[in-house]
């Protein structure tokens, strides 16, 4: 007996690929890509195309599991599933009688996207216990609220519309890496004659690509596209006529530019001032020029107010509306499920407290009231959250209740009291919509959950009924939770129904062919244009214009922590892993071979250090050990290493979140892992 079915990728990645797979008597013997999608056309990454070894990995989790050893120790002993469920139950009802429900903490992040296993009937579960919230703020949080002043909506250019760019600026994105079905669409631009420049601290992946590389110095970005204004008004090369009948605020933006001169700009963002003034010049007289922002430069101190200044530069260039255009950091904000019927907040006692995700470690130690129970899914906190130590001392407290829903043996799930066998993608059905293009797929399950696994959807149904929760909204199967949510996409073009992804594999959300982000020049801002001026902003208590503002760990920042820590360290995602997915499968690892720090050949000598010796990075929050790579794909003052190996897999137990901060962005209470200074030696 052998079938093909339908799916999808259902991992953290712009692209969503969508994939078939081939099952033969109850067996799926082969995953590839599929030709019908139209933006991911057939092919898949190099982690996708090792699916099978993830689904059929013998270490998969495949029973519960209660803790017989230490906390972090990792020992268990099998349980049932009935026993696993009622231990988490009686152990709620206590912590609920004697601290409320609030003393509960949900964290989940980014294991699956797809609707119905993120984003569904775990929200209506921990609403209707009264739960504490989670701020689901690790990734991309300051990113979206920074276009949101600016623009209004997360309504980013259609990456099909690329090959019709003259100009493509790849702006803190890794594509090759993180994205790689943009690449084709690179390369189609080029080959129409298509020029690309990759503006990015680092000499990656992507460079190839691009005909030039801008190695900015982290965190300046908004420098840089500040100099870039001054340039344009300076020389009269921005776009006059949009500008007065799109925008808000120019009059105080030109003021604020008078801050920006080109020796001030080169100086801070590493950037020659020729190559700044090309830049400006070739972005606002090569139309159309598309604008890829990734979420690299997001992930700094300042980076709310960096994505907003780079959001403002479409516009001051006249390059939003046309075809092979515009401005793209996400396409999430194109069409949107109704999260309210999905999500039922109505189900609530009261409004919750909410904690930041990635203060987690902080959130243990001290939340008053005290955190008593935490329930970890689709999230890997011990390896994958910032500040370590604290998320460490945070998980060792004795009378801390965990429960960790996986489908390996994390370094979370050597925390837990009580450990739950998680499904892939192949054993259960999904809806996904893609945050990096417009199509809308369903994955259909291929194969029978494994051992005793359940979905995360299964488990909450479970958990309902123990609780003794009679709401029927709790125990909506995953097809009915699948269909609210695409039957309340809101649509401009034909209704998306399940029947009809079923028909015809992935469906384009956008009516026409390409999707052409406020090409009627009505933004979603409260004035309706472009908000160089945002009076929003200034209510919030913040700048009201576009500003570079210096990160505290920093060249310009505190000297204190300069001193000590000189080097600028950066931590973007590696080649083989997905954030810490994929880390355990050995022929990724075998790829990966080992956490690596860049390294400039300067700061190297000046150190001792020589390519391929062991290194300790630390500062103050902690220290872990790389292997030095001495190179000069990083300026002076930058180091890097690529992100995020299993604790467990590391030099002495420690991945790179040892070193990054839990302090948050300025806008959107987002994270900052490229934003830590450290100090680097040889390893004794
Ligand atoms: N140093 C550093 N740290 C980073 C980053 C960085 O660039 N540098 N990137 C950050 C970013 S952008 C993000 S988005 C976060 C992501 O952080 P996390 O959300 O923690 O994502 P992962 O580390 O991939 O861990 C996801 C876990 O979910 C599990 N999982 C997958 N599917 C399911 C499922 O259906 N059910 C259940 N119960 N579990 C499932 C996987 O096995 C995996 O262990 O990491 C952040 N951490
Ligand atoms: N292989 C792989 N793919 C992934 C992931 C992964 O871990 N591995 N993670 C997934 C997730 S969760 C996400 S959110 C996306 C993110 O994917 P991207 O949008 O590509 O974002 P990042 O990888 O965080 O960073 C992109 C680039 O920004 C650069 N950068 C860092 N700081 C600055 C800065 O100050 N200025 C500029 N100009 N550039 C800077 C980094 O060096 C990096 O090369 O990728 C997804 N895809
Ligand atoms: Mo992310």
Redesign the pocket.
Known sequence: MEKIVRGCCPH???DTCGWLVTVRDGVAVEIKGDHHHPFTRGWLCV?ARAYLQFVYHPDRLPYPLKRVGAKGEGRFRRISWDEALDTIASKWQEIIARYGPEAILPYSY?GTLGVVQNDGLDRRFFNRLGASELERTI??AAGMEGVRYSLGANKGADPESMVHARLILI?????A???PHYIPFIQDAKRRGARGVL????R?RTAPFADQHLR?F??T?AALALGMMRAMVDHGWHDQDYVEANTVGFDELRERLVEYPLDRVARVTGIREKDVLELACAYASTKPAFLRL????Q??GNGGMIVRTIACLPALAGQVGLRGGGFLLSTSGWAMWDNVALRRPDLRPREPRAINMNQLGQALLSAEPPIKSLYVYNSNPAASTPNQSKVRAGLLREDLFTVVHEIFPTDTVDYADIALPATTQLERLDLHKAYGNLYVQLNEPAIAPQGECKSNTEVFRLLAEKMGFMEECLFESDEDMARTAVETLSLSGPRITLERLRQEGAIKITERELGLPFADGRFATPSGKVEFYSRQLREAGYDPLPAHVPEREGPEGDKVFLERYPLYL?T????H???TTFANIPSLVASEKRPCLQINPGDAASRGIQDGDRVRVENQRGWCQLTARVTDAVAPGVV?TEATWWQKKSPQGRNVNHLTGDHLTDLGRGATF?NSLVEVRKAD
């Open positions: 953290d990645c712009p982690k980014s990734c991309s702006w803190g994105a890794n594509p890496t993180t994205h503006i990015d601290p680092r990656t900015i982290p965190g970005d990734g979420y690299g430069v992930r700094h950066l973007p995602g590696a080649h892993f997905l954030n890097s490229y």
